[in-house]
């Protein structure tokens, strides 16, 4: 079993900054990329950001310069540092990771149960 848990949402002022976590625990041989997705109420989820295992990244055009994704592979931890927030970043913020339990087993897709971010105008 694996299991990814998210921390570090809650409300902030429009123009503040807030760190997320997310931890891998379980049976994990390799984690490949790891990302985090948002949600807000009756929208699509949307990539947030993207990082491969040696630490490639990758962003959704309307926060690039305002979030920085990075990873702990020793930890199996990937975090995401918002700065500047504004309200329309409000959201679920969840976390995804692509990990294979075993070598030579199959690469799985694991989702996190998400942490509320608020941003107050």
């Known amino acids: 079993q694996v299991q990814l848990v998210e921390s570090g949402g809650g409300l902030v002022q429009a123009g503040g900054s807030l760190r997320l976590s997310c931890a891998a625990s379980g049976t994990i041989f390799r984690i490949n990329n790891m990302g985090w997705y948002r949600q807000a109420p009756g929208k699509q989820r949307e990539l947030v950001a993207v990082?491969?295992?040696?630490?490639?990244?990758d962003y959704t055009d309307s926060m690039k310069g305002r979030f920085t994704i990075s990873r702990d592979n020793a930890k199996n931890t990937v975090y995401l540092q918002m700065s500047s927030l504004k309200p329309e970043d409000t959201a679920v913020y969840l976390c995804?990771?692509?990990?294979?339990?075993?070598?030579?087993?199959?690469?799985?897709?694991?989702w996190g149960q998400g942490t509320q971010v608020t941003v107050s105008s």
């Open positions: 995804n990771a692509d990990i294979r339990s075993w070598a030579g087993g199959p690469e799985r897709a694991f």
């Open positions: 990082i491969t295992n040696v630490g490639t990244t």
